[in-house]
């Protein structure tokens, strides 16, 4: 089935640094969100985005729905142990059904 | 209050055999969801319900899967039979439902299934 384009796949971080990771899509979407699967858990929304441009942020995280509606990106700042994780980015486009990307696992070394 | 709840949360079959997931959505969450999500992968949608109608199962492979959501709340989702390619997480959501297009949807913990 389709699928978003997300980058990196994974990442290996000292704690503390900060952490980018990207989606795009060749579809246009009104709605990008992005959640965070823990090991045997479902997926936790973080932040949702419902406009293009917004920039919205969560604790340390910010996330922005990309102006050409087809791209977003999620920053983690000042990262901990506990942000060990999948992220997965999801988009949808009016009340069609979410599209999920392929995940980025973050491990973060103490 | 409670979120999602999933059961079981292991499954391990031999392959032509059935298998039945279910799921108890939020209170008073309308809209009730079915994923796959192979390994490395994002869930994958197989089928929306509003209430006890099924409005989405494009992704639904029926030849082998079926699922029901009787009286609106509860729902089951079954393999009959059983192929080694349905080893995946069989995740379940809900949400409370509208055409907001603000619809959040929480997951429950999954069924991680194995068929050998």
């Known amino acids: 089935g389709q699928q978003l384009n997300q980058s990196p796949q994974s990442m290996f971080i000292q704690e503390g640094e900060d952490v980018s990771m990207n989606c795009t899509s060749s579809s246009i979407f009104n709605t990008w969100l992005w959640y965070k699967q823990d090991p045997g858990e479902g997926p936790v929304l973080l932040i949702a985005l419902y406009k293009a441009g917004e920039l919205t942020s969560n604790g340390r995280l910010t996330a922005q729905f990309g102006i050409t509606r087809k791209d977003s990106f999620l920053n983690i700042s000042a990262s901990i142990p506990s942000d060990v994780g999948i992220y997965f980015c999801a988009g949808r486009s009016g009340s069609e059904k979410l599209v999920f990307g392929k995940g980025t696992k973050l491990t973060v070394n103490p | 209050e409670a979120g999602v709840v999933q059961s079981p949360r292991y499954k391990i079959i031999e392959k032509k055999q059935p298998v039945a997931f279910w799921c108890n959505p939020i209170?008073?969450?309308?809209?009730l969801y079915w994923y796959r999500q192979n390994l490395g992968q994002g869930p994958e949608l197989l089928i929306r319900?509003?209430?006890?109608?099924?409005?989405?199962d494009s992704q639904l492979p029926k030849d082998r899967f079926s699922a029901e959501r009787l009286k609106g709340v509860d729902s089951t989702l079954k393999i009959q039979p059983a192929e080694l390619g349905d080893s995946a997480v069989y995740l379940c959501?809900?949400?409370?439902?509208?055409?907001?297009?603000?619809?959040?949807?929480?997951f429950g913990p999954g069924t991680r299934l194995t068929v050998l």
């Open positions: 319900y509003e209430n006890e109608e099924a409005v989405d």
């Open positions: 959501a809900s949400s409370l439902g509208g055409l907001s297009g603000r619809d959040t949807q929480y």
């Open positions: 209170s008073g969450h309308n809209t």
